[in-house]
């Protein structure tokens, strides 16, 4: 609760789809393309153009409502959705009317236990999912005074995912919307590229009493590009409402902007109702008609979902919740430490790897994991050198595996060729314990009186001695036996 408030909000996310050309004409999706290259008279509104409705965006919506267990309507209209923008060359969008293709379905999330009071799963209803297309994009100049408008995303596919009003806060909100991500990314039907705004939301948000029924005036904040973005655009949007309320006024039901250089929302424009869009069925597109055979050749395809995935890696290799998340986090990540997991015959420790030096590695050299040097087969053999106890941790993290990355071979060889293999020699071990407690009377004084949280200070005085070669395992066994001696 935020100061005696519940927030309650809705996402509606646009993703736009992957197909190689656009919604209604044959002219190429792709982006970074010259500005206005990819137009022509359909996708520009020029008189007697008529569009073609895309076969492949229909498919992709079946994809989603299946993957989201929606109903696939049978039959669905298109309408013209009437505002003006100086990038909506027809003066109206092509949406999908009161009925859209996919009607219902629901998003499974880990609910925020600061206003569920309790810890557990939530489930968080869709109302539908139409398909639309994009509006063009303006370029504003520094100076203020000059606009460019390229129309090449004129006309790009869009699914519209309009989320009822579950979510409870910002936390809530950016989890939701991630579980989206992950899944429309895993069905290969958006690229997921928010900076691009590939995937981008607006967000709805209404608070009220706590206890209260009825909801709030609601307002509208558009084009949500990022996870930190929504978190933050809501907190502000949830506290400023909140002040209003509290100072005796009243919350307009409006749309706002998030300007992210001073962290607050800004107005744009009194919230419209449905009746200012002035809509009406699109003429020249007929009822789109789903057929059974179309949704059951769908489902057959359907791979496994995020959500399917990520339970499973739980159970198999005893993972949290949050790391299996950050492994599913694309198709390309998830099937390498698949691979990994598999080849190196431990879950646990390559998801500890894919986390650790692996992310690190990608996050360093600014690329995806589709660009990472080292195949899962390469690391695997890393990971099962340290699983055998042939090398230290700390040995394959800080050498073996730069080394590896360098190119300079496998990393048996490696390990040979520098001898960094573990040493495992007990009589070696007790000798170097020896040393380290000769050198360390204090300390060994304080843990046999007690003081049980020095030992690490001698393990790593002795792993240190070992030059990070010895075996940690049996430092510990060997170190206790030792301090257990008058």
């Known amino acids: 609760m935020h100061r005696g ?12 789809l992957r197909t190689r050309s656009k919604m209604f004409c044959a002219c190429r999706n792709t982006s970074g393309a010259a500005p206005n290259s990819h137009t022509c008279p359909v996708c520009l509104g020029l008189p007697g153009a008529l569009p073609t409705l895309n076969a492949e965006a229909v498919r992709m919506a079946l994809t989603l409502g299946l993957a989201v267990e929606g109903r696939i309507q049978p039959q669905s209209t298109f309408y013209r959705k009437q505002y003006f923008y100086p990038d909506l060359p027809k003066g109206y ?18 609910g925020d236990p600061r206003v569920r009071g309790v810890q557990g799963p939530v489930r968080i209803r869709l109302e539908r999912a ?21 129309l090449n995303r004129a006309g790009v596919p869009l699914l519209e995912i309009v989320g009822a009003p579950d979510l409870r806060s910002p936390q809530e909100a950016s989890d939701y919307l991630k579980a989206l991500h992950r899944l429309v ?134 993972l949290g919740m949050d790391e299996a998340q950050t492994l599913a986090q694309s198709p390309a990540f998830a099937a390498y430490f698949e691979a ?37 087969e390469a690391l695997a053999e890393l990971l099962r050198l340290v699983e055998a106890r042939t090398l230290a941790l700390g040995t394959a993290k800080d050498q073996i595996f730069p080394a590896l990355l360098a190119g300079e071979g496998p990393a048996e060889a490696i390990v040979a060729r520098k001898g960094l293999a573990q040493v ?45 070669r010895l075996d940690a395992r049996l430092v510990n066994e060997a170190l206790a036996e030792a301090l257990a001696k008058p």
């Open 130 to 150: 139409h398909l639309e297309e994009d509006a063009g994009k303006s370029h504003h100049d520094m100076d203020g005074r000059t606009s460019h408008v390229d």
């Open 185 to 318: 990314v895993a069905l290969g039907i958006c690229d997921g590229n928010m900076e691009e705004g590939s995937f981008r939301c607006d967000a709805n948000v209404s608070i009220r009493r706590a206890g209260d029924e009825a909801f709030g005036a609601r307002v509208e904040v558009k084009n949500l590009n990022s996870f930190r973005f929504v978190r933050q655009a809501l907190d502000h949007e949830i506290d400023r409402q909140a002040g209003l309320i509290e100072g005796g006024e009243p919350v307009r039901m409006e749309t706002r902007g998030w300007d992210a250089t001073v962290g607050e929302t800004r107005s744009q424009r009194t919230k419209e109702a449905a009746m200012d869009y002035r809509y009406f069925p699109e003429p020249d597109l007929p009822p789109l008609t789903v057929d059974p055979a179309e949704i059951e050749a769908a489902r057959a395809a359907l791979p496994e979902l995020p959500d399917q995935r990520i339970h499973r890696w739980c159970e198999a290799y005893g």
């Open 93 to 110: 969008q092509i949406t999908q009317g009161p009925v859209a293709i996919v009607d219902g379905g629901h998003m499974d999330i880990p």
């Open 424 to 468: 495992s020699d007990r009589g070696a071990i007790d000798a170097l314990i020896t040393q380290v407690l000769a050198a360390n009377p204090g300390p060994v004084a304080q843990i046999r009186g007690g003081k049980e949280s020095l030992k690490g200070f001698l393990v790593g005085q002795i792993l240190k001695a070992g030059q990070g």
């Open 340 to 376: 990994l997991a598999q080849l190196s015959g431990s879950g646990r420790s390559a998801a500890a790897w894919m986390l650790g030096e692996v992310s690190r590695t990608l996050n360093d050299r600014g690329i995806g994991i589709e660009a990472f040097p080292l195949t899962p």
């Open 5 to 16: 408030f519940e927030a309650v909000i809705g996402l509606e996310v646009h993703v736009q």
